[in-house]
Structure formats: C-alpha cells, structure tokens
C-alpha cells in the first residue's frame, strides 16, 4: 500500500495533516488544568456537530463498537426488550452485542440494500401494549451496504406509537459527513467514532446522550466499569477523567472540530453529496448499479457497487492495493464478492474523488471486466465540473 495515495475505504479515513499535527502534543498531565482546557472545546464542539440541545457528550477512549456497548451497558439490564432491523453488517453485529450482554433483542429481518423499515417498527410498537421494549436501535448508515436511514421518520414512528422507548442510534459512518440532528430527531444516545467524519485516528467512542438516557443509567443494572457513564460524568465535573484519557486524540478532536465548522458542516454535508453523486454518475457509466435498493436510500459516505454477473468484488479490492497502493472496502457478509464499497467520506474532495474512480476503472480492464477506460472518470468528471463550488480565494 502506499501511503502518497488517500484511501477510498468507509473508515479510517484520510486525515488532515493539520489534524495530525494536532494529534502530536507531548505528554499532558490529564490533572492539569490544561487538560481541561483542551477538553472542554473538544465536548463543546460534538454537541454542535450532533446538533444538541440538552444532555451529555461522553468520549471514551474505545471504538465505534465500544460506543455500542456503553450505549446499551449504561441504560438496559438483563432480559430488557430492545427493538432493532437488521439488514447489514453493521446493524448485525450492534444486535449481536445485544444478545451476548442478555438482551432480549426483538429483530425485524429486513433485506439488504434496505435501510429500517418504519412501518415495521411502528406497527411492533403499537403491538408492544406492554411497553416491554426499552429501546429501539437503528443503524444510521448502513456501511456494508451504502444504505442511510431515516432516523426523524423512526421517531415519527415512535411517536405515532406513543411509545416512550429510547432510541439509540449509530451514526458511526454518518455522524460528521451528513446531516444529524439530535435534539429534533428526539435521539436518546448517539454513537460516532474518531475515524470516520472526524478524520481522526482510531481511538475513541464519541456518544451523545440525552437527559433521559442519563436518567436511565441509574436504573440500568448491565455490569459497566470502564465504560460508566456515572464515573465519567463525575470526573467531568471536575475538569477531568476517571483514567487516563487519549489526550493526543482529545486534542486531534478539537482541531477537527475547527476544521468541520471552518469549512460549515452544511458545505461539509453539501460536499459529501456532491462526492457521492459523482461517485453514483461513475457507477451508472460502468453499467452497474448501487447495492442500495433505491435513491432515498443512497449513503453520502459510502457507495457499495453492485459488480457484473462473474465478477468477484473482492478481486478488484485486492489488486487496487497490490497493483496500485489504492483501499477500497470489500464486500461483508452476505454481499462478499456481490459487491466492493467506495468510501467517499472524511478529507476528500472531487480532484482525490476522481483517482479513485480512476483506479478502479484500471483494476476493472485489468480483470478483464466489461468496462470502458475513462467512463465512469468522465461522467464524474462531467457531474463535479457542472457542481463544484467555486473556492473561495480570501481577499487581502
Ligand atoms: C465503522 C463502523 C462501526 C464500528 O466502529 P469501530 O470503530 O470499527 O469499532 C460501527 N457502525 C458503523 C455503521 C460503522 O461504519
């Protein structure tokens, strides 16, 4: 792999040399007031982005996955009901974590290429008369499959039901890149990672958490330690942390923060879809279609690209890195080899955007597959030409 080209994978993403300075700070006592001081704007900044009124923003040294298991550790006990669909890898494995921590997960099977199905959660609401299920989980972004949600239309759904469940949300590969609202989608708990729209390295859980998530944890009886919210929240209000935090992380997060609203998170949304409408004007010329089932459906931050009849996905993933240095995803699960997953997510802009697409169009009439050299860079070409916002050249 080398590391001149960026990576075309749904996370890690590409990261900001800006944002790697800022990573690199020497050691930090995380007593000191000057942790507090780093820390501070870095929280601030996750409650702008995830658009949130009231609540809690936690960041925990962990993953994306380590968000998951705060979420459900710090709210649920064992055998609580929760409601979630599965219809990818990453919906999967959130309710499979449910299941190993002794939740009860009531699943609502959806085909991939689908996103959550909200007259199936309404209609298992309303038939929910005993208010057994304490919170319905979605997946935001469905990044095995390219497949966003409507998360506003789930609370609507909840809301139809009178249902007074939490509603916890993965916005792992969304959160950062497209539109999110916490406070008006009536979101409980919130889970992003460093690596993805933060263009941060690996390396912590990012959760928003609202007042009655925060009310929850007092009743939640799932063992928690490292990830207690209560333990987290007590050190906060001392300006620290109840263990060593990722202090070089913490302070990446604050400059990406900077970067984020320098740019103005609508023109950060804006661009993504410009990036993924040229992506999807690229696939259409090579003849093949979006694994999503349909345009409402279309991720902004990853594409996975439904390959011909004969053609193995994973084959193209393999040589673009082997031949050419270049990441793409392959395909997870029950779509590996149907599929390969275009990241446009994180630092990238058109120019990165067509090297990608270039790329892949190599690897392509190197396996011999029926694709025409340059079509899909045109088409994109012809799309970004016709979208790109002219840069702003500062006056002096
Ligand atoms: C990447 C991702 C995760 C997992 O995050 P890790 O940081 O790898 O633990 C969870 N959900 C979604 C939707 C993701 O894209």
Same mark, same amino acid.
């Given at each position: 792999?080398?590391?001149?080209?960026?990576?075309?994978?749904?996370?890690?993403?590409?990261?900001?040399?800006?944002?790697?300075?800022?990573?690199?700070?020497?050691?930090?006592?995380?007593?000191?007031?000057?942790?507090?001081?780093?820390?501070?704007?870095?929280?601030?900044?996750?409650?702008?982005?995830?658009?949130?009124?009231?609540?809690?923003?936690?960041?925990?040294?962990?993953?994306?996955?380590?968000?998951?298991?705060?979420?459900?550790?710090?709210?649920?006990?064992?055998?609580?009901?929760?409601?979630?669909?599965?219809?990818?890898?990453?919906?999967?494995?959130?309710?499979?974590?449910?299941?190993?921590?002794?939740?009860?997960?009531?699943?609502?099977?959806?085909?991939?290429?689908? %996103?959550?199905?909200? =007259?199936?959660?309404?209609? @298992?609401?309303? !038939?929910?008369? #005993?208010?057994?299920? *304490? &919170?319905?989980? /979605?997946?935001?972004?469905?990044?095995?499959?390219?497949?966003?949600?409507?998360?506003?239309?789930?609370?609507?759904?909840?809301?139809?039901?009178?249902?007074?469940?939490?509603?916890?949300?993965?916005?792992?590969?969304?959160?950062?890149?497209?539109?999110?609202?916490?406070?008006?989608?009536?979101?409980?708990?919130?889970?992003? %990672?460093?690596?993805? =729209?933060?263009?941060?390295? @690996?390396?912590? !859980?990012?959760? #928003?958490?609202?007042? *009655? &998530?925060?009310? /929850?944890?007092?009743?939640?009886?799932?063992?928690?330690?490292?990830?207690?919210?209560?333990?987290?929240?007590?050190?906060?209000?001392?300006?620290?942390?109840?263990?060593?935090?990722?202090?070089?992380?913490?302070?990446?997060?604050?400059?990406?923060?900077?970067?984020?609203?320098?740019?103005?998170?609508?023109?950060?949304?804006?661009?993504?879809?410009?990036?993924?409408?040229?992506?999807?004007?690229?696939?259409?010329?090579?003849?093949?279609?979006?694994?999503?089932?349909?345009?409402?459906?279309?991720?902004?931050?990853?594409?996975?690209?439904?390959?011909?009849?004969?053609?193995?996905?994973?084959?193209?993933?393999?040589?673009?890195?082997?031949?050419?240095?270049?990441?793409?995803?392959?395909?997870?699960?029950?779509?590996?080899?149907?599929?390969?997953?275009?990241?446009?997510?994180?630092?990238?802009?058109?120019?990165?955007?067509?090297?990608?697409?270039?790329?892949?169009?190599?690897?392509?009439?190197?396996?011999?597959?029926?694709?025409?050299?340059?079509?899909?860079?045109?088409?994109?070409?012809?799309?970004?030409?016709?979208?790109?916002?002219?840069?702003?050249?500062?006056?002096?």
């Amino acid at each position: 792999m080398s590391f001149q080209n960026p990576v075309f994978i749904p996370g890690p993403t590409n990261i900001p040399e800006d944002i790697r300075k800022a990573c690199d700070i020497p050691t930090l006592d995380h007593r000191s007031p000057a942790f507090a001081r780093m820390f501070k704007p870095a929280v601030a900044g996750v409650r702008r982005v995830l658009k949130m009124e009231a609540g809690e923003v936690i960041v925990l040294p962990s993953t994306g996955t380590g968000g998951w298991e705060a979420a459900i550790s710090n709210t649920l006990s064992p055998g609580d009901t929760v409601l979630a669909a599965r219809f990818g890898m990453f919906s999967h494995r959130w309710i499979d974590m449910c299941q190993r921590h002794g939740l009860n997960v009531q699943i609502i099977e959806t085909p991939w290429g689908f %996103g959550a199905p909200l =007259g199936a959660i309404e209609a @298992a609401l309303k !038939a929910d008369t #005993g208010r057994t299920i *304490k &919170a319905v989980l /979605a997946t935001h972004n469905e990044t095995a499959t390219g497949v966003k949600s409507d998360i506003a239309g789930i609370r609507r759904a909840m809301d139809a039901a009178g249902h007074p469940a939490m509603l916890m949300v993965d916005g792992v590969s969304s959160i950062g890149s497209m539109p999110f609202e916490f406070s008006r989608w009536g979101v409980d708990i919130a889970v992003a %990672g460093s690596q993805k =729209g933060f263009m941060l390295p @690996a390396g912590l !859980a990012i959760l #928003g958490v609202s007042p *009655k &998530a925060i009310a /929850a944890m007092d009743t939640a009886t799932l063992p928690r330690t490292f990830f207690d919210f209560r333990d987290m929240l007590a050190a906060y209000a001392r300006g620290g942390y109840p263990y060593t935090p990722a202090v070089g992380l913490i302070a990446g997060l604050a400059r990406s923060i900077e970067m984020l609203e320098d740019e103005g998170l609508d023109n950060v949304y804006a661009r993504h879809a410009r990036l993924a409408e040229g992506v999807r004007r690229a696939i259409a010329a090579w003849g093949m279609a979006p694994y999503a089932a349909s345009a409402d459906l279309y991720s902004d931050t990853v594409t996975a690209v439904r390959v011909p009849d004969g053609c193995n996905g994973t084959d193209l993933v393999q040589l673009a890195a082997k031949k050419y240095g270049v990441a793409f995803g392959v395909g997870l699960g029950e779509v590996a080899g149907k599929v390969f997953r275009i990241g446009h997510l994180g630092m990238l802009t058109e120019v990165m955007m067509l090297s990608g697409l270039a790329t892949a169009e190599m690897c392509m009439a190197d396996l011999g597959w029926p694709v025409k050299l340059g079509s899909g860079v045109a088409a994109a070409q012809e799309y970004y030409r016709g979208s790109a916002p002219a840069m702003a050249i500062a006056a002096e």
